[in-house]
């Protein structure tokens, strides 16, 4: 709660940044409200080329934030991955994961960072 009033309070300061404190719906609900507004803050105030990204508790559901504060939805990063790996098979499981089948059995948040770096910058 103190760092949630004392982020707040900043966002008071971070031309139209208020407008993320009713930013929350289910597709990045898996963050915390705090590495949430960390994370929009931050990128709020940097300017391009830069790229934000937060996981969740475990590390295997991946949010994707642009400078200003543009949330990349899972649609959008799942079309860059797509255009990062040139026809390699990639799918998203409709909360943050993303699945690289030919990599590994498991989501790897990791990975879709790194190839969405080489496309978003």
């Given at each position: ?8 309070g ?29 994370l ?8 391009p ?42 799918r998203a ?17 990791f990975?879709?960072?790194l ?7």
């Amino acid at each position: 709660p103190e760092f949630l009033e004392g982020v707040l309070g900043f966002l008071g300061a971070v031309p139209g940044a208020r407008q993320y404190v009713g930013a929350f719906d289910d597709e990045f609900a898996h963050l915390s409200d705090r590495d949430f507004l960390t994370l929009l803050v931050l990128m709020k105030a940097v300017e391009p080329p830069a790229v934000g990204f937060a996981l969740d508790g475990d590390a295997d559901r991946l949010t994707v934030v642009l400078p200003g504060g543009e949330l990349v939805s899972q649609e959008e990063a799942l079309e860059k991955l797509r255009q990062a790996l040139g026809g390699r098979e990639v799918r998203a499981d409709g909360e943050g994961g993303y699945l690289f089948s030919w990599h590994l059995p498991e989501k790897d948040p990791f990975l879709a960072a790194l190839l969405l770096l080489q496309v978003l910058l």
